[in-house]
């Protein structure tokens, strides 16, 4: 209820990691973050988007 009366509602949000979910404060400038922390969820997404991009990228053998 706090959140709602001072405005910081659309800065609680819910991580975008499928296995995480938690809920977190956007501290960021730009209230654009994703994750509810970069150390862990985001830098798994990154790294699985990293190595999807590897794959498509190499020469395939043969």
């Known amino acids: ?33 994703r994750w509810c922390t970069m150390a862990i969820c985001g830098s798994r997404a990154k790294m699985r988007t990293y190595r999807k991009s590897g794959r498509a990228a190499a020469p395939e053998a043969g």
């Open 1 to 33: 209820m706090r959140a709602t009366a001072d405005g910081t509602w659309p800065r609680l949000k819910a991580c975008a990691a499928d296995t995480c979910r938690w809920v977190y404060y956007d501290r960021s400038p730009a209230g654009r973050s």
